[in-house]
Nanobody, 115 residues
Framework: QVQLVESGGGLVQPGGSLRLSCAAS????????MGWYRQAPGKARELVAS???????TYADSVKGRFTISRDIAKNTVSLQMNSLRVEDTAVYFC?????????WGQGTQVTVSS
C-alpha cells in the first residue's frame, strides 16, 4: 500500500533544468526523512539530496548549489529541482522514504543529459 512514484525525468541539454517529483501514498512525507538517490550505468547508487523530518536539506558535494530538494506537505510530495545539468548527472533517480528502520523506494525515473 505504500507507494513512491517519481515523475519528471526526461532528456535535457547540458546546462538545462529539470524538476523531479515524488508522489507518496500510504505514508506522510512530513513524518519521514526523504531522499533522492541516483544510479548511473555501471555505478553504485548514491545519495544526491535528503530532507529531514524537520525539513532541513542536505546535498552531495557534486550537486550542491545546483539542486534543491523540497517538500510540499499539502500535496504529500517531495521534489528535486535540478539546474545547470551536466552530462554526468545522467542516471536513474530514485525517491526514498526512511523512518525507524522502515524504508521505501520508488521505481525510479530516467534523467538523461545530452546534446
Amino acid at each position: 500500500q505504500v507507494q513512491l512514484v517519481e515523475s519528471g525525468g526526461g532528456l535535457v541539454q547540458p546546462g538545462g533544468s529539470l524538476r523531479l517529483s515524488c508522489a507518496a501514498s500510504g505514508i506522510i512525507v512530513s513524518s519521514y526523512a526523504m531522499g533522492w538517490y541516483r544510479q548511473a550505468p555501471g555505478k553504485a547508487r548514491e545519495l544526491v539530496a535528503s530532507i529531514s523530518l524537520g525539513g532541513f536539506p542536505t546535498y552531495a558535494d557534486s550537486v550542491k548549489g545546483r539542486f534543491t530538494i523540497s517538500r510540499d506537505i499539502a500535496k504529500n510530495t517531495v521534489s528535486l529541482q535540478m539546474n545547470s545539468l551536466r552530462v554526468e548527472d545522467t542516471a536513474v533517480y530514485f525517491c526514498k522514504a526512511n523512518k525507524d528502520g522502515s524504508q521505501y523506494w520508488g521505481q525510479g525515473t530516467q534523467v538523461t543529459v545530452s546534446s
